[in-house]
C-alpha cells in the first residue's frame, strides 16, 4: 500500500504542497484545552505549493489568530478532531 503523503494532492506543483516544516509552527497558549487541540499532530508551516507562506486568519481549533497553514502529522489525528462531538455524545 502506498503512503498517502505521496499522493499527488500533495505534489507542490500539481497538488496542494507538502508537509509543513518541523520547528515553523508553534500553537498558540491553551492552559484550559478549551480547543481541542493535539499539539504533538501539528508538524509545521507549509512551505511549498500554492499555500506556501499563506496566512489563515482563524484557528486553530476555536482561537483567532493569524497563522500559516500549518500540516498536520497524520489524517487520523484530523478525523479524530473532527469526531470528537460525537464520541462525547454533542456535550461540547
Known amino acids: 500500500m502506498s503512503s498517502i ?3 499527488p494532492v500533495f505534489d ?3 497538488g496542494f504542497g507538502g508537509d509543513g516544516v518541523p520547528g515553523t509552527y508553534t500553537l498558540p497558549p491553551d492552559p484550559t484545552n478549551a480547543s481541542l487541540l493535539f ?3 501539528y508538524i ?3 512551505q511549498d505549493g500554492p499555500f506556501a507562506d ?3 486568519r482563524l ?3 476555536k482561537f483567532i489568530t493569524s497563522h500559516c497553514l500549518a ?3 497524520t489524517i487520523l489525528c484530523r478525523v479524530i478532531q473532527l469526531n470528537l462531538p460525537s464520541i462525547y455524545g454533542g456535550a461540547m
Do not use: R
Request: charged letters at 20%; aromatic letters at 10%; glycine letters at 14%.
Open 5 to 7: 503523503s505521496k499522493s
Open 12 to 14: 507542490p506543483d500539481t
Open 39 to 41: 499539539p504533538y499532530a
Open 44 to 46: 509545521g508551516c507549509v
Open 54 to 56: 499563506y496566512t489563515l
Open 59 to 61: 484557528g486553530p481549533g
Open 71 to 73: 500540516e498536520e502529522s
